[in-house]
Structures are given as C-alpha cells and as structure tokens.
C-alpha cells in the first residue's frame, strides 16, 4: 500500500528566504508525482507534475526534483513572498489513483 | 472559460439524513473524480468516472455512491451520514483518465453532520 509522508508538517519563514518541502512515499512504482497548493478551505491548484521518466520540473520559482529509486521528491520554492503561504500537498499516481501526503503548512512572514 | 464547479459549497446535515453533491467538470474535460478531504489530512480518493462509467473506487463503505450523467456532470451521494463523513468533498476533472493527466480541483463541498 502506497504511504506518502510530508516533512515538515509546518514551516515559517520570513519573506525573501529560499525553501524546500520534502516528501517521501514507499512504492516506487509510479507513474508521476505532483505537487499541490490548498488555500485555506479551498480547492487545490497544481502547480508541478513530475513522470516518472523525469528529473525534475521547473515553473517561474518553484522547482520540483524526483529521485524514484529512493521515493523521494522535493519543492523548492525561491525568495519566498507573503502570497506563497498556503498548504503544499505532495501526490503520486501508480497503480492506484493519486495518493496524497498530510502536507506541508507554510507560512512566509513580511 | 469557467472551472470545476460544485454546489452546493457549504451543507450541514444531521446524523442518517442524506446527501448529495454535485460538480460540473471543465467544458471538454471527460473524467470526473471525487474527494474526501477530513480536516488536517491529504484527500483520499473516492471514485473516478469516465465516460459515465466507474473506472476506480477508493475504501470507502457502500453508502457512498456516484453517478456520471451524458454531459460529463456528477453526483456523489452518501446515504446514513455518520459525524466521521464531515469533511471537505472534492471534485476533480480532467481530458481523459490516462496517467500523467492534469487533475483540475473545484473549491470543494464543506459537509458537517452534526
């Protein structure tokens, strides 16, 4: 059964910092990893989809990496701005439909 | 052009009543997905419909139940609503129900059942 898990749960940092969630699930089989943003009692918007055949996937700031071989992935998000707090939800799709990770809360301080 | 949509946003219901949800996926957009996001959690899926027919179902009991109609629009229904089903409903659309597809989320269906 595919586990995904977001480390750290919560994350505050002041404006202008560079950042990195990291997520890790136990089934190395998939098909692609996505990354996520929920706004409080809202809907989610993709932000990254990574296939399994790539490295990593880049979009203005943010900047996705996939290691499959470890179950790994990380979200980098550069100079951090007020508008980026927001809950960053990792998912992967195998052989069952997206699984998603509890998230990461992030909070960038003015 | 207009996104997932789904109503009613907010709903609260008391224990055994039953419920229905609705989504309208984006114009074009075939496949159809739901799910139940619990406070504080990731969503876990619940079903996935394409084409009107199931095409994946998640662990979820027998009273819960969903419907795709002729113009690609949903419906979840959950019958004896237990307090354990309060929760954001998502729903989610898409092409087609290949992987590596873009998923599209609607602002969600707040339920609590008291």
């Known amino acids: 059964k595919q586990e995904v898990t977001q480390i750290p749960a919560a994350l505050s940092v002041p404006e202008g910092e560079n950042l990195v969630l990291n997520c890790s699930f136990t089934?190395?089989?998939?098909?692609?990893l996505q990354w996520f943003r929920q706004d409080p009692g809202k809907g989610l918007t993709s932000l990254l989809l990574?296939?399994?055949?790539?490295r990593e996937q880049t979009s203005g700031r943010l900047n996705a990496s996939l290691d499959k071989s470890s179950g790994r992935s990380t979200l980098y998000i550069a100079a951090s701005q007020p508008g980026d707090s927001a809950t960053y939800l990792c998912?992967?799709?195998?052989?069952?439909?997206?699984?998603f990770g509890k998230g990461t809360r992030l909070s960038v301080i003015a | 052009d207009a996104g997932v949509t789904q109503s009613p946003t907010h709903l609260i219901k008391t224990r055994g009543q039953h419920v229905t949800l609705r989504c309208s996926p984006i114009?074009?957009?075939?496949?159809v997905s739901w799910y139940q996001q619990v406070l504080g959690q990731g969503p876990q899926f619940i079903f996935q419909?394409?084409?009107?027919?199931?095409?994946g179902r998640g662990n979820f009991p027998d009273r819960f139940s969903a419907r795709q109609f002729p113009n690609y629009s949903s419906e979840l229904n959950v019958n004896a609503l237990l307090l354990g089903d309060s929760a954001l409903y998502l729903c989610?659309?898409?092409?087609?129900?290949?992987?590596?597809?873009?998923?599209?989320f609607g602002s969600g269906t707040q339920l609590s059942v008291l």
């Open positions: 989610a659309s898409s092409l087609g129900d290949s992987s590596n597809e873009k998923l599209f």
């Open positions: 089934d190395s089989a998939i098909y692609n």
């Open positions: 990574i296939q399994s055949s790539q």
């Open positions: 998912a992967v799709e195998g052989n069952t439909p997206l699984v």
């Open positions: 114009s074009g957009h075939k496949s």
């Open positions: 419909y394409y084409e009107k027919e199931e095409r």
